[in-house]
């Protein structure tokens, strides 16, 4: 059982940036791929960002690319979501998850993980 913890939601101005955070006390976050995905109010989960076991690959969705970047701290057993030139749009709960792989968080058009945190809000102001 992982138990993940996303933290660092907040209102900000468009522009801005935010740091968020996926923490799990145990077990160890490397030997899982982490997702970040984002609900908005009304709309569907989707998908932001996603690292690889041991870091083999990061991806990112097209409508974040340039200005989201994710990272893994080993040492901290976290996994960041740095969020930089925010836009209203932006808006959403944000989670993180754990699966085996990237390409393992999708069953087709649906969103699948085996672990999912409880969400941190995020308010982008225009």
């Known amino acids: 059982q992982v138990q993940l913890a996303e933290s660092g939601g907040e209102s900000v101005q468009a522009g801005g940036s935010l740091r968020l955070s996926c923490a799990a006390s145990?077990?160890?976050?490397?030997?899982?791929?982490i997702g970040w995905f984002r609900q908005a109010p009304g709309q569907e989960r989707e998908g932001i960002a996603c690292?690889?076991?041991?870091?083999?690959?990061?991806l990112y969705a097209d409508y974040v690319k340039g200005r989201f970047s994710i990272s893994r701290a080993n040492d901290k057993n976290t996994v960041y979501l740095l969020m930089n030139n925010l836009k209203p749009e932006d808006t959403a709960v944000y989670y993180c998850?754990?699966?085996?792989?990237?390409?393992?968080?999708?069953?087709?058009?649906?969103?699948?993980?085996?672990?999912w945190g409880q969400g941190t809000q995020v308010i982008v102001s225009s």
């Open positions: 998850a754990a699966s085996h792989s990237c390409p393992g968080f999708y069953d087709g058009a649906d969103i699948r993980a085996d672990y």
């Open positions: 145990e077990p160890s976050l490397d030997k899982y791929a």
């Open positions: 690292i690889g076991i041991n870091d083999v690959n990061t």
